[in-house]
């Protein structure tokens, strides 16, 4: 997990609250991603971003929000649109599109 | 359209034995391809790739992968099976912009 890192580790939230997932990485990497991991599913891209201050749509960004103010970090937001937002969520970064992802620890988020 | 296939939910394993996971892609062009494996709530840790080159690729932890371009194959083996090899495996293909991973494979080393 090196080099990056998530927080929470784990996260409660109640229905009807935003949230927001923190993701930093020092590797200087240019691009980063977050996942949606569900049991059974494999990975889902949820946002990926290439760029300072550019990122776009993955498969499932509905009720999903990112910001890229800063090479270092990807911060995601689940926010109260996201009908069954319980999952475990992984964030990622790359040197560029199409190599080797790095992965941090991940957070699991659950909703009461 | 790019897609990556692990046709095992599950692989068990006696401990010395060797172990073959399985991935099948789909690609046009030649493929980039990863292995990578996740213990239980960890994020996932990169085992080895595939760009060009000999098929057959070693990475880590003793883990290498053969490369098929004619079986469209890239299948992740180990000579001799540890427990704690005991864990997920996902294969993944590079996109234009990101990975496409399979559902991943839980490998089981039985003592």
């Known amino acids: 997990d090196g080099g990056i890192t998530q927080s929470p580790k784990y996260l409660f939230r109640k229905e009807g609250q935003n949230v927001t997932l923190s993701c930093e990485q020092n590797l200087n990497h240019d691009a980063m991603y977050w996942y949606r991991q569900d049991p059974g599913q494999g990975l889902r891209l949820i946002y990926y971003s290439q760029i300072v201050n550019d990122f776009q749509k993955g498969d499932i960004a509905e009720g999903y929000s990112v910001s890229r103010e800063k090479k270092e970090s990807f911060p995601l937001t689940v926010t109260s649109a996201q009908k069954n937002p319980t999952a475990f969520y992984l964030c990622?970064?790359?040197?560029?599109?199409?190599?080797?992802?790095?992965f941090g620890p991940g957070t699991r988020l659950t909703v009461l | 359209a790019q897609s990556v296939a692990q046709p095992e939910d599950q692989v068990n394993v006696a401990e010395g034995n060797p172990l073959t996971v399985k991935c099948t892609y789909s690609?046009?062009?030649?493929?980039?391809l990863f292995w990578y494996v996740q213990y239980p709530n960890r994020g996932l840790q990169f085992l080895l790739k595939y760009i060009t080159g000999d098929n057959l690729v070693k990475g880590s932890y003793g883990f290498e992968a053969e490369f098929n371009k004619s079986q469209t194959s890239f299948h992740l083996k180990k000579p001799s099976a540890l427990v704690s090899d005991s864990a997920l495996y996902f294969c993944?293909?590079?996109?234009?912009?990101?990975?496409?991973f399979g559902t991943g494979t839980r490998l089981t080393v039985i003592p």
């Open positions: 993944a293909l590079t996109g234009a912009n990101n990975l496409f």
């Open positions: 690609v046009s062009g030649n493929p980039y």
């Open positions: 990622a970064s790359s040197i560029g599109a199409g190599f080797e992802q790095f």
